[in-house]
Antibody, heavy 122, light 109 residues
Framework: EVQLLQSGGGLLQPGGSLRLSCVAS????????MSWVRQSPGKGLEWVAT????????YFADSVKGRFTISRDNSKNTLYMELSNLRAEDTAMYFC???????????????WGQGTQVTVAS | EVVLTQSPATLSLSPGERVTLSCRAS???????LAWYRQKPGQAPRLLIF???YRAPDTPDRFSGSGSGTHFTLTINRLEPEDFAVYYC???????????FGQGTRVEI
């Protein structure tokens, strides 16, 4: 059974930093790209970042470029996202998601984590 | 950027009814790379349909997707209680930064 178990998140002040984690099981983690998608309160879904299966390629939404980083440790089946210089508009539920290609290109998300809340407020 | 517009925003229906949701793209979706997700309250989205018309594993056959180019639909035959949720379309026809989601359609009792 595929599982994506997320941790991290919390309440931070503007300008703060945070690391989200997503531990995968039930599939060969190193075969697939992974992504982060967020959902602001009462809003729709927004793609945030993608990392290829090897970690060699990363992609970011313009809204987070330069502030967020995505990484993975295939030996630990774990996906990470470092969030820095946080803004109020980064307040959202953050989901990790499994891609169905190794590159992250042209892929839907076939499995999702349970989500972790990030709240940025002073 | 491919903008996806879903309609209607909200639908009020009863269990057992049939419903068709619409997703229109501002430009052609490459190779009909369009997916549909269902999101129940407090849960993560779940993939239902990919490639416009292919059911994901474990998707009940009451769900069907169709369409091409700029207009896509999701039809649910015989609404079950768990189908009262929000549905999102998602186009993924390019590199990751070009993927976009629709704003969602809420199906409520």
């Amino acid at each position: 059974e595929v599982q994506l178990l997320q941790s991290g998140g919390g309440l931070l002040q503007p300008g703060g930093s945070l690391r989200l984690s997503c531990v995968a099981s039930g599939f060969i983690f190193s075969d697939w790209a992974m992504s982060w998608v967020r959902q602001s309160p009462g809003k729709g879904l927004e793609w945030v970042a993608t990392i290829s299966n090897t970690g060699d390629s990363t992609y970011f939404a313009d809204s987070v470029k330069g502030r967020f980083t995505i990484s993975r440790d295939n030996s630990k089946n774990t996906l990470y996202m470092e969030l820095s210089n946080l803004r109020a508009e980064d307040t959202a539920m953050y989901f990790c998601a499994k891609d169905i290609t190794p590159t992250g290109w042209r892929t839907q998300f076939d499995y999702w984590g349970q989500g972790t809340q990030v709240t940025v407020a002073s | 950027e491919v903008v996806l517009t879903q309609s209607p925003a909200t639908l009020s229906l009863s269990p057992g009814e049939r419903v068709t949701l619409s997703c229109r793209a501002s430009q052609n979706v490459y190779s009909n790379y369009l997916a549909w997700y269902r999101q129940k309250p407090g849960q993560a989205p779940r993939l239902l349909i990919f490639g416009a018309s292919y059911r994901a594993p474990d998707t009940p056959d009451r769900f069907s997707g169709s369409g091409s180019g700029t207009h896509f639909t999701l039809t649910i035959n015989r609404l079950e209680p768990e189908d009262f949720a929000v549905y999102y379309c998602h186009q993924y026809g390019g590199p990751p930064p070009e993927a976009t989601f629709g704003q969602g359609t809420r199906v409520e009792i």
